[in-house]
C-alpha cells in the first residue's frame, strides 16, 4: 500500500541490501505539473523503482525533478540509471554541502571512513570495501541546483527544506507545508514502530544529529515519512522534541 498525504507519496521499494532484502521508502511530491523523487535508491535496482512508482499512480516518464537528501549510496545509487532512462529531462537539486560528494570530487564520508580503518575491519567488510568503492565511483551525477536551509520549492502547496546535517555534513529534510508532512531523509528512521535518529554508527556527527532534532522540533509536523522505517504519525512532534532534548 502505497502511505499518501497531500501532494506527497511514500513508496516501499524493496532491494537487495548487502545480499539481504528490505525495503526503502523513497518519496514522490506530485501536481498536475511536477514530478519529485525524493532519492533514488540503490545502484542497478531501478526495475523495483520504477514498479513502485508506477503503484503510486505516477508514471516513471513524468518525473521531471529528483532531489537527493545526502550522498549515501543507497539514496544516489539509481540516479544515473534514472538519468540514462529520461535524458535531459530531469534536473537533480541536493544541498550545496553535498554536491561535491555527489559529483564525485569529494570522497564519500562512509567510504572515508572505512577506508582509515581498512585494517581493523573484519574480512567480509574487507573484501566488500572494492565493490563499495566501485559503487560510489560508478554513481557519481551532476548537481543541476543546489540548495540551502530555508529555501521553497514553489510547487506541490510548498516545499521547504531543511538543512538537517548529522548524518552527513549536508543531509536535509523536506517538509511539505499543505499537509505538515516532513521528509526525512536519514535524519530520522523509525525502528520497531518508534522514531528515532539514524543509529550513532551511521552518523558522522552525533552532536549536530542532536542539533537538527532541535530544528525540526520547530516544525507543526503531522506525518513523517522515514527513508529506513516509513510512516510515524504517532504524536511526531512531541518525539521530536523528545530526541531533541535527551541527553
Known amino acids: 500500500m502505497v502511505e499518501t498525504t497531500r501532494f506527497v507519496k511514500m513508496l516501499n521499494v524493496p532491494v537487495n541490501m548487502l545480499g539481504k532484502p528490505g525495503i526503502i521508502h523513497p518519496t514522490l511530491i506530485v501536481d498536475d505539473e511536477t514530478v519529485i523523487l525524493v532519492d533514488s535508491g540503490y545502484p542497478a535496482q531501478l526495475a523495483p523503482l520504477r514498479e513502485a512508482i508506477w503503484q503510486a499512480g505516477v508514471p516513471f516518464e513524468k518525473l521531471n ?4 537528501t545526502h550522498h549515501d549510496i543507497d539514496h544516489i545509487g539509481g540516479l544515473r540509471e534514472i538519468l540514462g532512462e529520461l535524458p535531459g529531462r530531469v534536473r537533480v537539486l ?5 554536491k561535491a560528494y555527489i559529483e564525485g570530487s569529494k570522497h564519500p564520508l562512509k567510504l572515508a571512513k572505512m577506508e582509515a580503518n581498512l585494517d581493523a575491519l573484519p574480512e ?17 551525477v551532476p548537481v ?8 521553497e520549492i514553489p510547487c506541490c502547496g510548498g516545499i521547504r527544506v531543511i538543512f538537517t546535517p548529522g548524518h552527513t555534513l549536508g543531509h536535509i529534510s523536506l517538509y511539505a507545508r ?4 516532513l521528509i526525512a531523509g536519514d535524519a530520522l528512521c523509525v525502528e520497531d514502530g518508534t522514531l528515532n535518529i539514524a543509529p550513532a554508527a551511521n552518523n558522522y556527527d552525533p552532536d549536530l ?10 516544525y507543526d509536523i503531522e506525518t513523517v515519512f522515514c527513508y529506513h522505517g516509513g510512516l510515524y504519525h504517532e504524536r511526531p512532534n512531541q ?3 523528545a530526541l531533541a532534548n535527551e541527553v
Open 209 to 218: 544529529c542532536k542539533q537538527s532534532m532541535k530544528t525540526l522540533a520547530n
Open 124 to 140: 567480509a567488510m574487507k573484501s566488500f570495501y572494492p565493490t563499495f568503492k566501485r559503487a560510489f565511483e560508478n554513481a557519481t
Open 94 to 98: 541536493a544541498h550545496a554541502e553535498e
Open 239 to 241: 518525539r521530536i522534541a
Open 144 to 151: 543541476d541546483e543546489t540548495l540551502v536551509d530555508g529555501d
Open 65 to 68: 525533478k529528483v532531489i537527493l
Open 178 to 181: 499543505a499537509s505538515k508532512t
